[in-house]
Nanobody, 125 residues
Framework: QRQLVQSGGGSVQAGGSLTLSCAAS????????MAWFRQAPGKERVGVGS????????YYADSVKGRFTISRDNGANTGYLQMNSLKPEDTAMYYC??????????????????WGQGTQVTVSS
């Protein structure tokens, strides 16, 4: 059974930092293409960033460039999303996702087959 288990998140004041983790188990191999998405109440799920299997190539949404960093530890089968300089508009449920093959567009949720359970991030002003 494929499974992505998320941890981290929580509440923080604006300007603070949080780190999310995404651990793969079962038949889900974290060496797949991995991404992070977020979904605010009443809004669609949008891509935050993506990282290729080797970790050398990353993509970020313009809204988080320079503040968020995606990384991975393939040996530990775990991916990470480091979030710095958080803003109230970053408040959302965050999801990690994995795909066995490179999505046509990293920011499209339909390109990913495995999803984490979601982690709430709340940033207060």
């Amino acid at each position: 059974q494929r499974q992505l288990v998320q941890s981290g998140g929580g509440s923080v004041q604006a300007g603070g930092s949080l780190t999310l983790s995404c651990a793969a188990s079962g038949s889900t191999n974290i060496t797949a293409y991995m991404a992070w998405f977020r979904q605010a109440p009443g809004k669609e799920r949008v891509g935050v960033g993506s990282i290729y299997p080797g970790g050398a190539r990353t993509y970020y949404a313009d809204s988080v460039k320079g503040r968020f960093t995606i990384s991975r530890d393939n040996g530990a089968n775990t991916g990470y999303l480091q979030m710095n300089s958080l803003k109230p508009e970053d408040t959302a449920m965050y999801y990690c996702a994995a795909a066995r093959w490179a999505p046509v567009n990293w920011a499209h949720a339909a390109g990913y087959t495995d999803w984490g359970q979601g982690t709430q991030v709340t940033v207060s002003s």
